[in-house]
């Protein structure tokens, strides 16, 4: 007997509750034609990968939407209010990072033939995680958005992992100004935002081969571990020289990149309140919850059903999928 009841017809609507989520559970995480075979494997159920596709899209859009208006709601004045009235957690880390995804775009064509006018660019998911110094579980957002879009998917995020009026917010990502420019934006002085360490430290990897050409590697060590105890203008020194007197350098782009983003770099302060100075759980998460299904070989989105995906997998990440099958059921 098969586990599912299920109509005629491959609209999703042919399908019953029970047998959707399976669907799109399968769906988040394997190409839809593997979907089916798991479908078929495990339930003894055969989909069609049409109904597989339209099931499993179905729900990313409400799942998309949902998160939508939430972002929405946490970015009203009220909510603004609230949050500064209320007791929270002394740290909140917050870390945003951008990934591409392959889109597909149609361009406008006097045949009718629209397969051959179709082309591929790539579009940027901005995924942002929050969660407290104290928690090792984290808030997800996601937005193909533009960079406002994105500072109000940072503040949807750095309220749900319990931030308050007398939190603190520690920000980590790469030199992109726009990140920084909207941690400010959204938190003003409560903010300060961290150059990514390793990022850091891969300018002065480039530069320790022009600067230090007699022991790169004993110049190497030393700049990273002055980084670490808050001494950037010392290092600053030691690059300056060659610097200036090379102004096409690897060593100039470092100097520059370190001189211009001074209120960035205090590592020191951030290891003494035992927060972290790398973002590399952001960018672990881009591989477990976007690129291992939106970059699954062969496959080509259109923008609306990559954002769509992508919102299903932070929804599953945020631990909030039971949530949405029980309000389904009680609908």
Not at 17 to 30: A, I, K, N, Y
Not at 198 to 214: K, P
Request: charged content about 25%.
């Amino acid at each position: 007997m098969r586990p599912f009841k299920m109509s005629s017809g491959t609209n999703t609507r042919g399908y019953s509750l029970p047998l959707q989520r399976v669907m799109t559970d399968f769906g988040s995480d394997e190409s839809f034609a593997k979907a089916c075979g798991k479908v078929k494997e495990h339930y003894g159920v055969s989909i069609p990968v049409s109904g597989e596709r339209s099931v499993t899209l179905r729900h990313a859009k409400r799942i998309k939407q949902k998160l939508k208006e939430d972002v929405k709601a946490k970015n009203m004045r009220k909510s603004k209010q609230m949050l500064s009235s209320r007791i929270g957690d002394s740290f909140i880390i917050s870390e945003t990072d951008g990934s591409m995804a392959p889109i597909v775009v149609t361009k406008k064509s006097k045949t009718s033939d629209n397969r051959k006018h179709k082309e591929v660019m790539y579009r940027e998911a901005r995924l942002t995680l929050a969660h407290s110094s104290k928690s090792t579980v984290p808030v997800f957002s996601v937005t193909f958005g533009d960079v406002t879009t994105t500072g109000n998917h940072i503040r949807y995020c750095v309220d749900k992992a319990g931030c308050g009026g007398n939190s603190q917010i520690h920000a980590i990502g790469d030199g992109a100004p726009w990140i920084a420019d909207q941690v400010a934006t959204q938190f003003g002085g409560k903010a300060k935002y961290l150059i990514d360490f390793y990022h850091a430290s891969e300018y002065l990897a480039a530069a320790s081969h022009e600067c230090a050409i007699i022991d790169p590697l004993k110049w190497l060590h030393a700049q990273p571990q002055l980084l670490k105890c808050g001494k950037y203008e010392t290092v600053l020194i030691n690059l300056s020289n060659y610097a200036h007197e090379h102004e096409d350098s690897a060593t100039y782009k470092c100097y520059n990149y370190l001189k211009n983003r001074t209120h960035q770099l205090h590592y020191d302060e951030a290891i003494r309140n035992q927060l972290p100075i790398g973002s590399g759980e952001i960018k672990s998460a881009h591989r477990y919850i976007i690129q291992n299904r939106i970059k699954i070989t062969g496959a080509w989105w259109l923008e609306d059903n990559a954002e769509s995906m992508a919102n299903l997998g932070v929804h599953r990440a945020n631990q909030e999928w039971d949530n949405y099958w029980i309000s389904l059921n009680a609908a």
